[in-house]
């Protein structure tokens, strides 16, 4: 039996991955921040078949001795300060998790379980005013935002303990990943949870920022399952995972109202409050890479992701009155 260690094993992609490990044999260790809550609902289904330790990305230690008491054979980490409009309001935080918090356990994988397999949770966002489209593992990064700064951090200092320790370390760059354990304040579930609430008439509005910007909309069970062949290849590889296509965040609107038979241009107003200081017009995944040497494609497109969303968030304002 295989060990893997999550960090971020409460958040969305946290949840499902742990649920492929399970599936797959997998014993499955998540680090949890220590807290006065227990912010577990993504996982509730899944406690009595994980381990959970606390430890904490900003302390070095906690780390260590997480890794020291379980030996994992995969680390998985997926932790960060993952919401881009707070890293504004919050970019030395951001720094400190999204960014110094990456080479803190790669600096405790080493010096713990060196012939571990690493993985980083990289992200679209290192693009930003993209420089071709669509990107690719060597498209040139030029990130917009103190989160994006931050994940190129993680995302370089990655590659650097792999070729100057050798070890198995990845990062897969992923491209938005959505599903109905996408946290509310993300846009995709923003939308689907209003959809729900304005089809059973509890709010009247939907307040946006730009209608334009265009993303590559995924699911993010599927994406796990990437990042899990990411480390079973036998060499170490920087992986793109996305879909190809790209829609606006307008095209979001429209499948989603539509789906609950609603015009959506009766609900959306453009609130600038909500607009970035620095916008992040395109980005566009070019999966080749995977799909090539991962076997890896998308099972779920943007249609069903969106319809399945709102349809898990009627059931849950339905469920609570």
């Known amino acids: 039996m295989k060990t893997a260690l999550i960090t971020g094993i409460t958040g969305q992609d ?14 499955v260790v998540g680090i949890v921040r220590r807290s006065s809550t227990t912010p577990y609902e993504r996982i ?3 406690m009595d078949r994980v381990e959970l330790l606390s430890a904490d990305l900003l302390d070095q230690t906690s780390l260590v001795d997480a890794l020291d008491a379980t030996k994992p054979d995969e680390v998985y980490n997926l932790a960060a300060q993952s919401f881009v409009a707070t890293s504004w309001t919050q970019p030395m935080l951001t720094g ?3 960014a110094i918090g990456v080479t803190r356990m790669l600096e405790a994988v080493k010096r713990t379980v060196p012939k571990a397999k690493f993985y980083q949770a990289s992200s679209s966002e290192m693009f930003g005013m993209v420089q071709e489209t669509p990107q690719r593992e060597n498209t040139p990064l030029y990130p917009r935002s103190p989160y994006g700064v931050a994940k190129v951090y993680g995302h370089w200092i990655t590659v650097n303990y792999r070729e100057s320790f050798g070890m198995f370390a990845v990062s897969g760059i992923l491209f938005n990943h959505e599903s109905p354990r996408r946290g509310l304040e ?3 579930r923003k939308v689907t949870d209003a959809v729900a609430r304005i089809k059973l008439g509890q709010i009247t509005e939907l307040r946006l920022g730009n209608l334009d910007a265009k993303r590559d909309w995924g699911f993010a069970g599927d994406y796990v ?3 899990w062949r990411m480390l079973q290849q036998d060499v170490p590889e920087d992986f793109v995972i996305g879909t190809g296509h790209t829609w606006t965040v307008r095209q979001l609107c429209e499948v989603a109202f539509t789906h609950v038979g609603l015009d959506w241009a009766d609900f ?4 600038p409050k909500f607009l970035r200081p620095a916008e992040v017009d ?7 890479k995977a799909q ?10 943007f249609h069903a992701l969106v319809r399945m969303m709102v349809d898990a968030d009627l059931a849950r304002h339905r469920a609570t009155g």
């Open 186 to 188: 993300f846009v995709t």
């Open 225 to 227: 399952d990437a990042m």
């Open 14 to 27: 946290g949840s499902y991955l742990a649920e492929l490990l399970l599936e797959k044999g997998y014993r």
């Open 44 to 46: 509730a289904h899944l």
């Open 282 to 288: 395109l980005l566009v995944a070019d999966p080749r």
């Open 292 to 301: 090539d040497k991962l076997g890896w494609t998308p099972s779920v497109d």
């Open 268 to 271: 959306v107003k453009v609130d």
């Open 96 to 98: 400190e998790f999204t």
